[in-house]
């Protein structure tokens, strides 16, 4: 190991004319970018040495080379149902051109096509759901924590309530949710579905309370100081939220923020699969079914994927923070 | 005779876990205009909470303060505080934090136009307009307090009280700042009531000094007039007789014992 940093430090051209410090800090980053591939491999070799003892009724245990077949067969089905719905696109045109040759009053349309979701399509499924449903939970969320920080009669009233709610598991939600939506949506919308709204109302039933207990906290913990300051020169309620209370509490608002998305990413998983929501759930749960010798290296690829887009999605909370933060020192992790 | 700021028969219960807790008793004081008061007592007699009392930050639970003739139970601008930890918003710069103020202390008596006027006078008051873009965690601890006290000042207080504004400063910096503070109190003449616990620099900077008892139940145990020509020289003072008599009187009082 210390061997390979020697020749990555010899072989950098430029290593002397950097001061010291960026210096250490470009090996700093070799290092950590190197024990991260190393961890990375020791895993794959320790899944492929494992997956190669496992035998289930549906076959082997996909190892990481299965997996990756995999992902070129879903890129391959996602290329050939795209080129479907081209042909079929090419083919109403055609046909609607005969008629309208044929009868020019002809009342030619174009009919979207219907086959089957891809993986990409149950991917960006995932990702509408979850957005809208973590951004319903924080317009929620954000506001009442201020309301629960700033008054403790509120936040009195309003605690026990969120302590029962808190731990309820999305999986008992859902019938509820499902039943109402049901009952009271009513939409022709392609994007906002039933199935849609059941799934990102159980996202935000359970993605609230990170948000909000922060939120809460945040605003509570406001430096005493900083709220005599307030008092003394008599600033009015919304300047006091606005230029006092808020800029104290974006880091805790942040950190529960995360948490919500974190949470709601992986609620909604469940909620999909249960539910038969379109999306990426839906999509683990089909495979189970279809129980084909690629089912398992099909929804290994899902898991990697919905690990991948779960840090994906906190790297993007992270970068927001940082943009509205005003600490710009501070270390965010 | 009515003077200008006047604590009469203050006392304070603090109720914490519904032990009852007698901090102030009997607290007397009056202050005239363009006084500075010095409040020194050792830690714990409840020094701060008579500065909160007459900011309206607590309420006294036995008699009052009268300012101008009109009791006081609710903070006021006209009573700006200098905090201890200088209290900026690390998230304003400089100017913001004291435009801040300025705008809400301004707001339906003077035109928005002079705000930037005004904020940079008082900036400059304290020698920190060279600063006025810098985050609070830019500048240094001596810097932060100047600010503070240009905030303070920005307010047009009737009365401006300190909370030992010094207290986390090092030796030099506090003298340096001591000597502005004494430049601007003789060019603007306010009212000052100050909490400290140095010696010297009650002195220094006082006309009285108001000497605590240790509590519960702290009261005013002596009141001392300085009676030293201003403008005042800390060297020319340190051999000073005069000077070196109201020290060791203060002295005297704190370490006496009898207290």
Do not use: G, L, V, W
């Given at each position: 190991m210390e061997a390979i940093l020697n020749k990555i430090r010899l072989t950098l051209p430029s290593a002397n004319s950097f001061d010291f410090a960026s210096g250490s800090a470009i090996t700093k980053m070799f290092r950590s970018w190197i024990l991260a591939g190393t961890g990375i491999l020791v895993f794959l070799f320790m899944w492929h040495v494992a997956a190669s003892n496992i035998n289930t009724s549906l076959g082997q245990f996909p190892g990481p080379t299965q997996v990756w077949e995999q992902v070129g067969s879903l890129k391959a089905d996602y290329q050939r149902e795209k080129q479907r719905e081209r042909d079929f696109m090419v083919r109403q045109q055609e046909r609607n051109a005969e008629r309208l040759a044929v009868d020019p009053d002809y009342d030619a349309r174009i009919r979207p096509y219907t086959g089957r979701p891809t993986f990409v399509d149950q991917v960006q499924t995932s990702l509408l759901t979850v957005g809208f449903g973590f951004f319903i939970a924080t317009i929620i969320a954000i506001p009442l924590g201020i309301i629960c920080g700033l008054n403790s009669s509120i936040y009195s009233a309003i605690n026990p309530l969120i302590q029962v709610f808190k731990p309820v598991s999305p999986l008992a939600w859902l019938p509820l949710v499902t039943m109402v939506v049901s009952a009271l949506y009513v939409s022709d919308s392609e994007v906002f579905t039933k199935a849609f709204v059941t799934s990102a109302i159980t996202v935000s039933l359970c993605s609230l309370w990170p948000t909000l207990i922060n939120t809460t906290v945040g605003v509570t913990s406001v430096d005493k100081d900083l709220i005599n300051v307030s008092r003394v020169i008599q600033l009015p309620a919304h300047l006091h939220v606005t230029k006092i209370v808020l800029p104290s509490a974006v880091p805790m608002i942040f950190t529960g923020m995360r948490m919500s998305l974190a949470t709601g990413w992986m609620v909604l998983i469940a909620a999909e699969m249960l539910a038969q929501n379109p999306g990426l759930g839906k999509f683990i749960w089909d495979e189970f079914q279809n129980g084909s010798s690629d089912s398992l290296g099909r929804i290994m690829v899902a898991v990697i994927a919905i690990g991948l887009i779960g840090f994906a999605l906190d790297k993007i909370m992270l970068l927001i923070q940082r943009k509205v933060s005003w600490d710009k020192t501070a270390v965010l992790r | 005779m009515q003077c200008y700021l006047e604590l009469s028969n203050v006392g304070i219960e603090f109720n914490t876990n519904n032990v009852p807790f007698k901090a102030l008793s009997n607290v007397n004081l009056k202050v005239n205009k363009g006084d500075f008061v010095s409040l020194i007592g050792h830690s714990g007699c409840g020094k701060s909470t008579i500065l909160n009392i007459i900011a309206g930050l607590h309420q006294a639970t036995e008699g009052g303060v009268i300012l101008e003739g009109r009791q006081v139970d609710s903070p006021n601008p006209d009573r700006a505080v200098v905090f201890q930890n200088h209290a900026l918003l690390p998230w304003l710069t400089v100017y913001e934090n004291v435009e801040l103020a300025v705008k809400q202390v301004f707001k339906g008596r003077r035109p928005a136009s002079e705000v930037k006027g005004w904020v940079e006078h008082n900036l400059d008051l304290v020698s920190m307009t060279h600063a006025k873009d810098k985050l609070p965690h830019e500048i240094s601890g001596g810097m932060k307090q100047r600010v503070g006290i240009a905030r303070g000042l920005s307010m047009e207080p009737k009365v401006l009280l300190m909370d030992e504004p010094f207290g986390a400063l090092d030796a030099l910096t506090r003298a340096h700042l001591q000597d502005e503070l004494m430049r601007i109190h003789s060019s603007l003449n306010n009212t000052v009531i100050m909490i400290t616990h140095d010696v010297d620099e009650a002195v220094l900077l006082s006309d009285k000094i108001v000497m605590l008892t240790v509590g519960?139940?702290?009261?005013?145990g002596e009141l001392l007039e300085v009676n030293l020509e201003r403008p005042r020289d800390r060297l020319a003072l340190a051999d000073d007789t005069a000077y070196i008599g109201y020290r060791n009187d203060v002295l005297r009082f704190l370490y006496g014992g009898t207290h």
């Open positions: - | 519960p139940e702290a009261s005013i």
